[in-house]
């Protein structure tokens, strides 16, 4: 039996766009780990560090997007990508949306994801009524993550093109975001 790894606590701060090339390596990593049954190997192969280290430059700059990163004293092990909702049939100035969850691979379950996502609702709680994402339905561990933090399903459903003949089909998740503490003052 394997043992259960030990909690590791990572320290969280704000990408900027010198962070994005170990941005998308990681985000590359993530995706072949998790999607390996869900997109074609030769897909999952394909990604290109450099056009995705770009991406994550335009992103990072962008001034509605923030991007949070968990490091521990070896660099990078995850980040959140979040911002305000991008679906037509939601209101952008009530609804954030969480456009990316990544933690490296070999550090899964070690309490990185919830890092992450306790900072991410830290600054959405009080700006934003309320978070929506997309996952795969497929996707069982970032679905019970998200059902164990107040999130379901809303009906919500997408297919989203990422090449020719590939695609994600996604559902959508949603749930309500903390009101501001009474105590906060801006
Ligand atoms: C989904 C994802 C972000 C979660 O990140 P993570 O770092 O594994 O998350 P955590 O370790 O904080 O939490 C995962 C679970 O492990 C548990 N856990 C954390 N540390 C633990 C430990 N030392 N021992 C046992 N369990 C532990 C947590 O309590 C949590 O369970 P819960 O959700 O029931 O509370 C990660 O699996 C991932 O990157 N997946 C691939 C990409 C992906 O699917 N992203 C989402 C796209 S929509």
Do not use: C, K
């Amino acid at each position: 039996m394997n043992p259960t790894p030990p909690p590791t606590r990572s320290s969280i701060r704000t990408a900027t766009t010198d962070d994005a090339r170990p941005v998308a390596a990681l985000q590359i990593a993530s995706w072949r780990a998790a999607y390996r049954l869900d997109l074609p190997e030769t897909y999952l192969q394909s990604l290109d560090l450099e056009a995705r280290s770009g991406r994550w430059r335009d992103l990072i700059a962008r001034p509605e997007i923030e991007v949070l990163l968990a490091e521990d004293p070896d660099g990078l092990v995850g980040f959140a990508a979040f911002g305000p909702a991008r679906d037509s049939d939601l209101d952008p100035a009530g609804t954030a949306q969480l456009y990316n969850l990544h933690v490296d691979p070999t550090r899964w379950r070690r309490g990185t994801g919830s890092d992450l996502w306790n900072a991410m609702i830290e600054r959405l709680g009080g700006r934003w009524a309320e978070l929506a994402l997309w996952v795969l339905p497929t996707n069982r561990r970032a679905r019970a993550f998200y059902e164990r933090r107040g999130l379901n399903p809303d009906g919500g459903r997408q297919r989203e093109p990422l090449a020719p003949g590939v695609a994600f089909d996604e559902i959508r998740y949603r749930g309500a975001l903390p009101p501001r503490p009474a105590s906060a003052t801006e």
